[in-house]
């Protein structure tokens, strides 16, 4: 049973930072990539930042490319997201995801396999 568990969502004002953290159960080498997604009411779930726990490559979302970093502490088995210079157009629910084989290809982002509970960040 996989479990991923966020942390750190809050209020912020914009310009400042934040930093989510996910705590997978188990080793997070089981899963082969790791991310965030993030949602508005009334919109999709859209991916924001990704990272394969094996050789530790990374993708980010255009929006939040410069802005946010994505990394990975494997004997905390831990995926963290710091995010600076946020916007109010970062306000949204983010959730952890994993995937197994993939989650982005060709500029575009794969369905994850697991999913965390979510927690909110807003900007304002």
């Known amino acids: 049973h996989v479990q991923l568990v966020e942390s750190g969502g809050g209020s912020v004002q914009a310009g400042g930072s934040l930093r989510l953290s996910c705590a997978a159960s188990?080793?997070?080498?089981?899963?082969?990539?790791m991310g965030w997604f993030r949602q508005v009411p009334g919109k999709e779930r859209e991916g924001v930042a990704g990272?394969?726990?094996?050789?530790?490559?990374?993708y980010y979302a255009d929006p939040v490319k410069g802005r946010f970093t994505i990394s990975q502490d494997k004997a905390k088995n831990t995926v963290y997201l710091q995010m600076n210079s946020l916007k109010p157009e970062d306000t949204a629910m983010y959730y952890c995801?994993?995937?197994?084989?993939?989650?982005?290809?060709?500029?575009?982002?794969?369905?994850?396999?697991?999913w965390g509970q979510g927690t909110q960040v807003t900007v304002s």
């Open positions: 188990g080793h997070i080498y089981r899963h082969n990539y």
């Open positions: 990272i394969y726990t094996v050789g530790g490559s990374t």
């Open positions: 995801v994993a995937a197994d084989v993939g989650l982005w290809y060709g500029g575009s982002w794969l369905t994850p396999n697991y």
